[in-house]
């Protein structure tokens, strides 16, 4: 028995790949969401506002019910989760021995069951491993996705979504994303202080699968307003949110997006891959830093996600990739980029798509002197002569 997570394609009929009632309105483009309804800037605007819904139904749901439910996922993952209380949320990362991400996860507990919300294609091997790992603990792990799926939304804390999310054990499955504020045992790498996070309350609602159909007929007749994945998109990117489809690789540490200021707590418990969390963070660097890339939008085209950036020097050299690329209503064409630890901050840069270079302002999130935390005092080499 192995206890290395399997990667998984989503079946033509998993969840995942079937195309939402929400993608089959009139005005849809994209399947198995939509990508937008019509007007990409105007749904965006409308999220933004909290006056519109967006379909994240291609999502899986992993449930783990029973009395060790919190302290399997406490043991195994980044985030202290021991005490999560009945209502409440977090994020966590699943980290292979060496520290690299092979899962993120949104968590959300009501007293009964702790309710994950992973990527689609994810779900039956996050399931899969946590069953495996459970030993003689009293939990039961399904992927639910075929009953579950999720709704996204803008609301701030004292603010509630505009559709009520499932409750089946009295708490109202409703995650809050913790990237607007650094959270306890996290730490931020950002030097912003008005980091752009703050502006960012995007929630997720769980909700009966057979939801989507009524809420498809709500949409019809006027009574909620939709926004397609593109607006979302474009929020986060704008709100530097790494997503585990879109930032991560086969490479990626956590140091490396600021994913330490929501979904690692630096003083938990041992959990895999926490040496290498802690020896990057306390004595090293992350090799790869993210940055937000302002884009020339001159030509109206936009770099596909992969697409390489270059220093925009006489050599050209090859400086790091795209991640995640947005329209944004206020801020333009942006991009998510991860690139090489010792990029100058300064350097102009470009990404060739088709022939054409498109320039890039760099936008600092992790600073190249990310890491080495620990106030480590340097002692005197043998022999060397003090003054």
């Known amino acids: 028995m192995t206890d290395q997570p399997t990667t998984a394609s989503p079946a033509a009929t998993s969840p995942a790949a079937t195309p939402s009632p929400l993608a089959q309105l009139p005005g849809a483009v994209g399947a198995p969401t939509a ?118 939304a803008m609301a701030p804390a004292d603010a509630e979504p505009s559709i009520p999310a499932a409750a089946p054990n009295g708490h109202a499955l409703v995650w809050r994303d913790p990237w607007a504020a650094v959270q306890s045992g996290g730490w931020q790498y950002a030097a912003e202080a008005a980091h752009p996070a ?30 397609g994945s593109l607006a979302a998109q474009a929020l986060r990117v704008a709100a530097w949110r790494p997503r585990f489809a879109a930032e991560v690789d086969e490479k990626s540490i956590p140091h490396e997006t600021d994913w330490l200021r929501s979904a690692v707590h630096l003083a938990k418990g041992c959990y895999r891959g926490q040496e290498t969390v802690a020896k990057v963070h306390n004595l ?60 100058d901050v300064t350097v102009p840069l470009v990404v060739p798509v088709d022939g054409v270079d498109i320039a890039a302002a760099q936008e600092v999130i992790v600073p190249p002197e990310a890491g080495q935390s620990a106030a480590v005092p340097r002692i005197p080499r043998l022999g060397a002569k003090s003054r």
């Open 284 to 343: 090293g660097r992350p090799p790869r830093r993210l940055v937000m890339l302002h884009l020339d939008g001159s030509d109206a085209q936009l770099p596909p996600a992969g697409a390489t950036v270059h220093a925009a020097d006489a050599d050209r050299a090859e400086v790091g990739r795209i991640t995640s690329v947005a329209r944004h209503h206020e801020l333009g064409p942006i991009a998510l980029a991860i690139v090489k630890r010792s990029l």
């Open 198 to 227: 703050a502006d960012y309350p995007a929630v997720e609602l769980i909700v009966e699968r057979a939801f989507l159909a009524e809420l498809a007929g709500l949409a019809r007749a006027g009574g909620v307003r939709l926004a």
């Open 35 to 152: 990508e937008h309804y019509g007007d990409p800037v105007a749904e965006q605007r409308a999220l933004a506002a909290g006056r519109a819904l967006v379909d994240l139904s291609d999502r899986g749901v992993v449930t783990l019910t029973g009395p060790d439910r919190l302290r399997l996922l406490d043991s195994l993952t980044s985030q202290s989760l021991a005490g999560l209380a009945p209502g409440s949320s977090a994020e966590t990362l699943l980290l292979d021995p060496n520290g690299r991400i092979e899962h993120a996860m949104h968590v959300v507990d009501d007293g009964e069951t702790a309710w994950l919300i992973v990527e689609g294609a994810a779900a039956p091997a996050v399931a899969a491993w946590f069953d495996r790992m459970r030993f003689m603990m009293q939990v039961e792990v399904v992927d639910a996705s075929a009953e579950w799926a999720v709704i996204g």
